[in-house]
């Protein structure tokens, strides 16, 4: 393996006569023993059969009924849990970091929590402290284990810290007129800076205090990654609670977002398939360059679609989702050009994940870095899901571009509620691996007939 990873890297790096498309043609999966790639091509294929998605957590019960938690347990770990999550200790983490790092690629790490839209707090501010400790610990994973070769980042999710309640409810307030004066950035900064008694005259006493817990347990981890020199990533989740997820990112920026102190620290995320999407990235990106700030962002196509739309459906309103698949690309072709030029403009201030799984958007991204002079090494780097896309994943890490590969990890118990909703949220995602798995199948095929080592492109 390290041989034929040598020789890979020796036809690795951009070429100094001119931009040349990098081959997603599967010849990376030499650098994979035949039981990984086994393994993928079966979870994927599962993956992609509807029932199965829509159904998970049914199946996982009846499961574990029929064969007992110890035997599920074990199927669950040679396939699904093996393929989709690192690992439940330390040192298993830990060894999924390193086998990503000796191919080349380079660990977000995520702690899976979940809590649906509109549903009760599990166990109240219980719950919320229990999430603060588990982000915290993340933040020194990411710092313990990454490779600090590279910048060292993590994915964050508000509504792990603050109830979708509370977001839903601020969000209402942020679309009533004249409501900036009572709810900004600046007034959020300084409740977190103080610690002084917030209140806000849409919200309940017991909101207001579970808003100053949130700002708490939020303002806590932004300090405690840049003490640590990890960048949070802060996921983007529902129309109904984005502008104030937002809002709260926006207040963390001001803290932690200033370029004299390495920002950005924090950075947002944005999801094409919504219409307005390309509009609000080039406000933030003004705003942030008005005020002073360094600006993070990491750019996703979005995965809450059919949601969204049943939710418009059932509201009566307007469905805020781009119509097809290639208005979405259209949108996230866009959103690209804007930040590669951004990033070209405004240099080490201005960081871009393009989180896709969709070759001509790479093809795009890296051809435009190289006409822009932006360095593979830069300020912008590609991200997928672990388990997936890896004949992308592997073609441009090998090719000496960040490439970070988000990576859950936890207890079954934990995580395989959370990769089933996932699963769910990105069924076209699943569905459209179908070249993926062709690769696999090829690569396979070929080990099968006694092929041998395949020497790279």
């Known amino acids: 393996m390290l041989r034929a990873q040598r020789a890979l890297c020796a036809q690795a790096g951009p070429t100094a006569g001119g931009w040349q498309p990098l081959r997603f043609d599967g010849g990376a999966f030499h650098l994979k023993r035949t039981a990984e790639l086994a393994r993928a091509l079966l979870v994927l294929r599962l993956c992609a059969w509807p029932p199965l998605v ?31 999550v690192a690992g439940e200790s330390v040192e298993e983490v830990k060894g999924c970091v390193q086998q990503l790092q000796a191919l080349g690629l380079r660990s ?63 969000t209402l307030w942020i679309r009533r007129p004249g409501s900036c004066s009572e709810l900004n950035p600046q007034r959020l900064a300084e409740a977190m800076d103080s610690g002084q008694n917030l209140q806000v005259s849409c919200l309940s006493a017991e909101q207001n205090l579970h808003l100053q817990a949130s700002l708490r347990r939020l303002y806590r981890v932004a300090q405690h990654a840049r003490a640590q020199r990890v ?6 989740e529902y129309v109904f609670i984005n502008p104030a997820l937002c809002l709260l990112v926006s207040t963390l920026a001001l803290h932690c977002n200033r370029p004299q102190e390495g920002g950005p620290w924090v950075w947002n995320t944005y ?45 009566g309103t307007e469905d ?34 393009v989180a896709s799984h969709n070759e001509e958007s790479i093809h795009q991204a890296t051809k435009r870095m190289w006409q822009l002079g932006i360095p593979v090494d830069g300020p912008v780097c590609f991200g ?42 990105n ?31």
């Not at 829509?54 to 074990?74: D, E, P, V």
């Not at 360059?289 to 996703?300: E, P």
């Not at 095929?445 to 020497?455: F, I, N, P």
């Open 54 to 84: 829509t159904h998970g957590l049914a199946l996982q019960a009846w499961a574990q009924r029929l064969l007992g938690s110890r035997i599920s347990g074990a199927l669950l770990r040679a396939s699904i849990y093996g393929q989709f």
């Open 271 to 315: 999801q094409a398939y919504l219409k307005d999407t390309h509009m609000r990235l080039a406000q933030d990106a003004e705003a942030a360059h008005r005020a002073g700030l360094a600006f993070g962002v990491k750019l996703v196509r979005g995965a809450y679609l059919e949601k969204e739309r049943a939710m418009a459906r059932f509201q």
């Open 108 to 170: 977000l790490l995520a702690v899976p929590t979940e809590e649906e839209p509109d549903s009760a707090s599990k166990t109240g501010e219980t719950w919320y402290e229990a999430n603060l400790q588990a982000m915290l610990q993340c933040v020194d994973l990411s710092r313990d284990l990454v490779d600090s070769s590279g910048p060292r980042l993590m994915q964050l999710k508000v509504t792990a810290l603050a109830s979708p309640r509370l977001c839903k409810d601020l």
């Open 427 to 457: 069924r076209s995602v699943l569905q459209g691996a179908r070249r993926e798995q062709e690769l696999l199948s090829q690569e396979l095929w070929r080990r099968l007939r006694g092929g041998g080592l395949r020497t790279p492109h």
């Open 384 to 425: 997928q899901l672990l388990g997936m896309c890896d004949h992308v994943s592997l073609a441009l890490g090998q090719a000496g571009y960040a490439v970070y590969k988000s990576i859950p990890y936890g207890s079954l118990e934990e995580v395989i509620p959370y990769l089933i909703r996932r699963a769910q949220e």
């Open 320 to 353: 805020p989702t781009q119509p097809d698949y290639e208005a979405t690309s259209r949108s996230y072709s866009r959103c690209l050009e804007l930040m590669l030029n951004q990033v070209a403009q405004q240099g080490p201030t201005c960081h871009l994940m």
């Open 231 to 236: 960048r949070l990533l802060v996921d983007a």
